[in-house]
């Protein structure tokens, strides 16, 4: 069949088109403002000879020590479960469970799945089916609705299809509101709405060795086939609780920030938000707007940089106008960045092209060493927290809230955040930091929190706890050949993938922005790209060989796992902080995110010309 869509015989209407109805009428909340004032849009300066020596070297090892073991997370079960409620949409409407065939099944309707159905269906597959949680489209920005909510990568960089859809983002970081209106205008405009079954969670993904077809099943009761599944459903979509003694007991309001009770008036309200990563650091300010008493309950401070969020210019939006190719080429030139810090500042002069770089590059006498290479990167990285560190000393008044809101990490091991006004928000006097450190809050009770015996009573209570890493809890519901579980296949050999996109054993799945999926920069916006684009190559390199099944070698899997295992570990010291990037310290080395840069594209672009690391098999059917 051609399309996905298919028509209830008795009313003439699609049957899976169940986007429902959104109740988004009272979500509030804006990208924050561009602020003005100087001393908060620029780091103190330091002196330059401040180097990462033996004593700081002790500190920091000192202040991840304390806190290994401290992160205890659980999912959303039990009674836990209302925490996962889709707030902003009605009710799944009522449609029959389907049990036919499309070519491709792909998970999630974020901006992986639409930039995908974009590149598929201008390459002439159009027979694809997409299933989506959530009431709409959007996926990340369809869920996260805090007050505050915006990219903090570049948004001329980070929305994706801006040239496609003749757009130009507000301001240098769009708000979520504004991006997930860009997803739905995406959506319309490309048809994505007929291909994708929305309120569906792919529940099992089994393959079916006889008839060369996944069987996807979900909790709408449907019992679908597909020659190809591609899992795009993010990498940081299951929303997790921390485990504290006593929360279910609490008989205030909760919920976590990803599903944002707008129905929960918090005006005049005294509010406890517990996690200090991006999300609070957004949500922290506009918080502060509006409720009585604010409670932030830390256990280790973000490391908080300058924002200098501004406005798109007219000169900009006139130029781009007559610029074919501008977001390409932009995107392009991030993609050249590897700095972590100058990607968060994205120089417009050298985006937009009108300087070839953004930093002079000093000419030494002879190569480094690696080790020499290591020491200096991190000297910069201190001497960029230290920045970061009196940054928090020149703002917030208090002496002893200051000294609790310093990090002390490399910096970019932890997500690295910004913001304008996070930190003035500490010297107003209705909002409190509670240092849990190292520990963190260990204790709720039905009136609120309670650390080292004193009990805060709150009458809402606001998990910014953050989210699993790289979707492994979709993993163990993948059978591939053998009836083994993805899980299952990496528990016993270690991850194992080729390019992060294709795994031995599970034939014809591919996995977009997965664990070891390299393919581009800072900006997820660009990898989804990249997979996207590789993914087309495997389909038109299948249709035109006539193979109807592709799967890896065991052999230059092997080999592009112990290159991401060695990259990882050759990066780690950079990183060296108990983070959710490193799985709270203890995954395995290259198991994870990958850390090779530009390496990735190397290992692609040699297995597309020797098509050496596939296998690929015809099919009767
Ligand atoms: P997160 O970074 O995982 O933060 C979770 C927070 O909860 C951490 O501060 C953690 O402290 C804290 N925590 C956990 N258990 C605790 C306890 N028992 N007591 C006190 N604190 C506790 O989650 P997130 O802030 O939602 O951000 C997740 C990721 O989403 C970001 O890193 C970023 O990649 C992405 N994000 C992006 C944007 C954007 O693009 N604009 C915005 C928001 C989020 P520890 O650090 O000590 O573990």
């Given at each position: 069949m051609s399309t996905a869509v298919r028509i209830?015989?008795?009313?003439?209407?699609?049957?899976?088109?169940?986007r429902a109805a959104k109740a988004s009428e009272k979500i509030t909340g804006k990208g924050y403002s561009v602020v003005t004032d100087q001393k908060l849009t620029e780091l103190p300066t330091m002196p330059a000879g401040a180097t990462f020596n033996a004593e700081e070297q002790a500190k920091y090892r000192a202040f991840k020590e304390a806190r290994r073991g401290a992160a205890d997370y659980m999912g959303?079960?039990?009674?836990?479960?209302?925490?996962?409620?889709?707030?902003?949409?009605?009710p799944p409407i009522p449609r029959e469970a389907l049990t036919d065939e499309c070519e491709i099944l792909v998970v999630g309707g974020g901006f992986g799945g639409l930039l995908l159905w974009h590149k598929l269906s201008e390459a002439g597959f159009t027979d694809v089916r997409f299933c989506e949680k959530?009431?709409?489209?959007?996926g990340t920005w369809y869920w996260n609705r805090y007050p505050?909510?915006?990219?903090?990568?570049e948004s001329y960089s980070y929305l994706p299809l801006l040239e496609e859809m003749g757009y130009v983002p507000s301001?240098?970081?769009?708000?979520g509101f504004e991006i997930l209106e860009h997803c739905q205008r995406m959506a319309q405009k490309f048809g994505f709405y007929d291909h994708c079954l929305f309120h569906?969670?792919?529940?099992g993904t089994t393959w079916d060795e006889a008839s060369g077809r996944w069987i996807v099943e979900t909790d709408r009761g449907d019992k679908m086939r597909a020659r190809f599944v591609i899992?795009?459903?993010?990498?940081?979509t299951t929303p997790k609780l921390a485990r504290i003694?006593?929360?279910?007991?609490?008989q205030g309001e909760s919920f976590h920030t990803s599903r944002w009770?707008?129905?929960?008036?918090?005006?005049g309200k005294t509010v406890g938000i517990i996690g200090t990563g991006a999300t609070a650091v957004q949500a922290v300010p506009e918080l502060a707007k509006i409720v009585g008493q604010l409670y932030v309950f830390q256990r280790t401070p973000s490391s908080i940089d300058v924002r200098d969020q501004r406005e798109t210019t007219d000169e900009e939006r006139e130029t781009w106008a007559n610029e074919p190719g501008w977001a390409r080429a932009r995107r392009a030139r991030f993609a050249r960045i590897s700095e972590v810090r100058a990607a968060v500042l994205a120089n417009d002069d050298y985006l937009a092209g009108?300087?070839?770089?953004f930093k002079e590059r000093k000419k030494h006498d002879r190569e480094l060493s690696r080790e020499e290479l290591m020491q200096k990167q991190l000297d910069s990285s201190f001497r960029l927290m230290e920045q970061i560190r009196a940054r928090v000393d020149a703002i917030v008044k208090d002496p002893k809230t200051a000294a609790a809101l310093k990090p002390y990490y490399?910096?970019?091991?932890?997500?690295p955040t910004f913001h304008d006004e996070y930190l003035p928000?500490?010297?107003?006097?209705h909002v409190h930091l509670v240092d849990t450190a190292?520990?963190?809050?260990s204790e709720i009770n039905e009136r609120g929190v309670v650390h080292e015996g004193v009990e805060y009573p709150l009458d809402v209570l606001i998990y910014a706890t953050g989210f699993q890493w790289?979707?492994?809890?979709?993993?163990?519901r993948i059978r591939g050949r053998n009836g083994r579980t993805l899980t299952e296949k990496w528990e016993t050999e270690?991850?194992?993938?080729f390019l992060g996109l294709h795994t031995r054993g599970f034939p014809n799945l591919f996995i977009v922005?997965?664990?070891?999926?390299?393919?581009?920069?800072?900006n997820f916006t660009d990898v989804i790209y990249a997979h996207a684009d590789y993914l087309v190559w495997v389909l038109q390199t299948m249709r035109e060989r006539g193979a109807r099944i592709v799967d890896v070698r065991k052999e230059p899997e092997d080999k592009y796992a112990e290159h991401c295992r060695v990259v990882d570990l050759a990066t780690a010291p950079l990183r060296d902080c108990i983070s959710y990037y490193n799985g709270e310290g203890?995954?395995?080395?290259?198991?994870?995110?990958?850390?090779g840069g530009r390496q990735w594209d190397k290992f692609r672009m040699e297995a597309q010309s020797s098509l050496e690391p596939y296998v690929f098999g015809g099919d009767p059917n």
């Open positions: 209830d015989p008795e009313t003439g209407l699609k049957v899976f088109n169940t959303m079960e039990g009674e836990f479960k209302k925490y996962l409620d889709d707030v902003y949409s009605e959530g009431g709409d489209v959007g505050g909510i915006a990219c903090d990568v301001m240098k970081f769009a708000s569906t969670t792919v529940e899992l795009a459903n993010g990498i940081l003694a006593g929360m279910e007991k609490f009770n707008y129905n929960i008036d918090l005006r009108k300087i070839q770089d490399p910096y970019g091991c932890k997500r928000t500490f010297n107003l006097p190292p520990r963190g809050v790289m979707g492994t809890s979709t993993f163990n270690g991850t194992r993938t922005t997965g664990p070891q999926g390299g393919g581009g920069s800072f203890k995954a395995a080395p290259g198991s994870l995110a990958y850390y």
